[in-house]
T-cell receptor
Framework: SQKIEQNSEALNIQEGKTATLTCNYT??????LQWYRQDPGRGPVFLLL?????KEKRKERLKVTFDTTLKQSLFHITASQPADSATYLC?????????????FGQGTTLQVKP | ETGVTQTPRHLVMGMTNKKSLKCEQH?????MYWYKQSAKKPLELMFV???????ENNSVPSRFSPECPNSSHLFLHLHTLQPEDSALYLC??????????????FGPGTRLTVL
């Protein structure tokens, strides 16, 4: 069955450093991958989408890579700030074995300390 | 966040109660979704509606009953729930449900506690 794993439940870093979150998947060849941010008690908010034929996508301090050979996506936040503290979810969709719905990982909670 | 609204935000109910969760989207989208989010678990898709028609029921127990009267409104009717049904219930909408690059817009969720 399709499986998504995000690197760790929690990641603690110092303000100003680059945070790197990992999303690995197996038994699946998605056509696209999305990253969402979720704050406590709130619904997820869309951040970035990357397609299978794209290697990298950037938006302000965010950068996402998508390696279909390694079956992995990396999500980077440069010059991190305490306001970046949240849970980040990766979600996969599309591809030949998918009906169109998004499949979510369990999330990584990022804590940026001042 | 005002694009998708959910009420109530918090709900406590007994196992014999009947209650309903409401979701409304103001984005003009055609597809709506119910997800369940339990602690330490990935979001679980429950139901998908496209143009008011249910297109997916992800093996959800019959004690959860969805209703979609139009493309803007979605309900989740609850009855005889179990304590393990306690979770955050999230509603989402997207332009379409085709296997393309649809982004989902989530509501704030309803925190449900079943006693």
């Amino acid at each position: 069955s399709q499986k998504i794993e995000q690197n760790s439940e929690a990641l603690n870093i110092q303000e100003g450093k680059t945070a790197t979150l990992t999303c690995n998947y197996t038994n699946y060849s998605p056509a696209y991958l999305q990253w969402y941010r979720q704050d406590p008690g709130r619904g997820p908010v869309f951040l970035l989408l990357i397609r299978e034929n794209e290697k990298e996508k950037r938006k302000e301090r965010l950068k996402v890579t998508f390696d279909t050979t390694l079956k992995q996506s990396l999500f980077h936040i440069t010059a991190s700030q305490p306001a970046d503290s949240a849970t980040y979810l990766c979600a996969l969709g599309g591809g030949s074995s998918n009906t169109g719905k998004l499949i979510f990982g369990q999330g990584t909670t990022l804590q940026v300390k001042p | 966040e005002t694009g998708v609204t959910q009420t109530p935000r918090h709900l406590v109910m007994g196992m014999t109660n009947k209650k309903s969760l409401k979701c409304e989207q103001h984005l003009g989208h055609n597809a709506m979704y119910w997800y369940k989010q339990s602690a330490k678990k990935p979001l679980e898709l429950m139901f998908v509606y496209n143009f008011k028609e249910q297109t997916e029921n992800n093996s959800v127990p019959s004690r959860f009953s969805p209703e979609c009267p139009n493309s803007s409104h979605l309900f989740l009717h609850l009855h005889t729930l179990q304590p393990e049904d306690s979770a955050l219930y999230l509603c989402a909408s997207s332009q379409h449900t085709s296997p393309s690059t649809d982004t989902q817009y989530f509501g704030p969720g309803t925190r449900l506690t079943v006693l």
